[in-house]
């Protein structure tokens, strides 16, 4: 690969990323009914992705149900004052889903069920963990992954798992374990956490492994059904579900320690 063709990606990566970047910040600040829409939306449009991916027969309709099973999900409990619709609400949409894909239809319960938790930990977390532990999942993915980029294209060398994601190196995938932990250096410090210096380190690094296998998991998928991208909505990253699969894999896997209170000072 020539040095041109290596970074011929970059400069997309980076118009589109700080577009979102610009967005997604404003909605995370806000937090309440902005930052709820923004997910509702992404919710339905990586579930739009995943039904095209599969051939489903009513992708926009699939979407459409899982961004309005998402919303219902976060707000029925609140007036129900119970969480006993959740899964079923999450189960139904998932059936449905399943019911329109000739192919693969277990995967793509699996992923679409991915989405939805997945979705549901992203307003679990800003709404009642706190705008802090928000931004700390989000500098983790979003620091590990350009650490990731840059050292798997600066040092490369062996491939981490060549047969699922051919182009993900070991160099990129340490490179994006020290992000994190810088990451959980600077969180630690500035927040005057309690725990120890070690805690956050190695919190931030399973949080940013939680990513890293949310983006094998999706190019796994990609592999399977015979596509490079999920759609093409951001131009140099692809579609949602691209530039989302780490934060998918990384939110499921934080709002689990939340759960546990394993997040100090966490609402």
């Known amino acids: 690969m020539s040095a041109a063709s290596k970074w011929a990606d970059l400069a997309p990566r980076i118009g589109s990323a700080a577009a979102l970047v610009l967005l997604c910040g404003v909605e995370v600040y806000l937090g309440g009914l902005p930052f709820s829409i923004l997910v509702w939306v992404a919710c339905g449009l990586m579930t739009w992705e995943l039904a095209r991916m599969f051939g489903a027969r009513s992708p926009v309709a699939l979407g459409l149900l899982s961004?309005?099973?998402?919303?219902?999900?976060e707000k029925l409990p609140l007036l129900l004052n119970s969480n006993v619709a959740l899964l079923p609400l999450i189960l139904a949409a998932v059936i449905v889903g399943m019911g329109q894909v000739a192919r693969d239809r277990w995967l793509y319960g699996v992923f679409a069920a991915w989405i939805?938790?997945?979705?549901?930990?992203?307003?679990?977390?800003?709404?009642?963990?706190?705008?802090e532990w928000f931004i700390w999942l989000v500098a983790i993915?979003?620091?590990?992954?350009?650490?990731?980029?840059?050292?798997?294209?600066?040092?490369?060398?062996?491939?981490?798992?060549?047969?699922?994601?051919?182009?993900?190196?070991?160099?990129?995938?340490?490179?994006?374990?020290?992000?994190?932990?810088?990451?959980?250096?600077?969180?630690?410090?500035?927040?005057?956490?309690?725990?120890?210096?070690s805690f956050y380190i190695l919190l931030s690094i399973v949080a940013a492994f939680?990513?890293?296998?949310?983006?094998?998991?999706?190019?796994?998928?990609?592999?399977?059904?015979?596509?490079?991208?999920?759609?093409?909505?951001?131009?140099?990253?692809?579609?949602?579900?691209?530039?989302?699969?780490?934060?998918?894999?990384?939110?499921?896997?934080?709002?689990?320690l939340w759960l546990f209170s394993a997040l100090p000072g966490a609402a």
């Open 67 to 73: 961004a309005a099973v998402l919303m219902l999900a």
């Open 116 to 131: 939805l938790a997945a979705s549901y930990a992203f307003l679990v977390l800003r709404h009642l963990a706190g705008l």
């Open 141 to 197: 993915v979003v620091v590990s992954d350009i650490a990731g980029y840059f050292a798997g294209r600066l040092l490369g060398g062996p491939k981490f798992w060549p047969k699922v994601s051919p182009k993900k190196t070991w160099s990129g995938t340490v490179a994006g374990w020290v992000g994190a932990a810088i990451i959980g250096v600077i969180f630690a410090k500035t927040t005057g956490a309690g725990e120890p210096l």
């Open 210 to 256: 939680a990513g890293q296998m949310g983006d094998i998991v999706e190019s796994a998928v990609k592999r399977r059904v015979g596509v490079k991208d999920s759609s093409n909505l951001i131009p140099g990253h692809g579609g949602l579900l691209d530039r989302f699969d780490a934060m998918l894999g990384a939110s499921a896997v934080v709002f689990v």
